[in-house]
């Protein structure tokens, strides 16, 4: 039977589950200064429904029964509070990757960078977190088809970005990774503007060759079950 708008009865529990931790996420961003305001937006896919935050509504006020869904078309079949403004990146990133999450913050850090580089340097080996130095995705208006596309390019083989004088975008298989990539990001991005800072000194950068180690070496990180 097709679900309703709106019609809370119907929504399954992987999508309600889906649902808190992206509010849950939502209001992390907020707590931990990655947004300001209604600013940002979180989704995570369950099956071929996307789950997003809707637009203008402050994440304190949201609960079980403002779930905003769509399908990956940008049909809306869940809620009937109208989806983020930038519903075009959100969708684009799952359809052009395995995402099943994305964190899209307007973090100061993050954006102040975006404004004055093309990458990120790699003054950390966490830059291996995210496939490679982080690109900056050039300036479009928000909620374009031209930002999502300009998002998608910048994304090739890496899974957070950049975007020009706007924020950070992280993508990953849960909200978890999705949200610690974001972080990871936010750190980064200060870490350089602090190094860059100090008169009369250079950061060092980590070579290509020094990338590569990093990255087989955080293959074998964590616990393994």
Do not use: F
């Not at 989806?83 to 973090?107: C, I, K, N, Q, W």
């Amino acid at each position: 039977m097709e679900r309703q708008r709106g019609d809370a009865g119907r929504i399954g529990a992987a999508e309600a589950g889906a649902w808190a931790e992206v509010v849950a996420t939502a209001r992390r961003t907020a707590a931990e200064g990655l947004v300001v305001g209604t600013s940002g937006n979180v989704s995570a896919r369950v099956g071929d429904t996307v789950l997003v935050t809707p637009t203008g509504v402050p994440y304190d006020r949201l609960g079980p029964d403002d779930i905003t869904g769509v399908d990956l078309t940008g049909r809306q079949v869940l809620g009937t509070l109208k989806p983020t403004s930038e519903l075009p990146l959100h969708l684009a990133v799952y359809g052009a990757t395995d995402a099943r999450a994305v964190v899209h913050t307007h973090a100061v850090h993050a954006t102040a960078v975006s404004t004055l580089v093309t990458e990120l340097p790699p003054v950390h080996y966490m830059t291996c977190a995210l496939g490679g130095p982080v690109r900056v995705a050039p300036y479009a208006p928000y909620g374009t088809p031209e930002l999502a596309a300009h998002a998608l390019a910048a994304l090739v083989g890496r899974t957070g970005c950049l975007l020009r004088n706007h924020g950070a975008l992280t993508y990953g298989t849960t909200l978890a990774q999705a949200y610690d990539r974001t972080a990871q990001l936010e750190w980064m991005c200060r870490l350089w503007l602090t190094a860059v800072s100090v008169p009369g000194h250079t950061p060092s950068l980590l070579t290509e060759a020094e990338l590569a180690e990093a990255t087989d070496r955080l293959k074998g990180y964590g616990q393994r079950g």
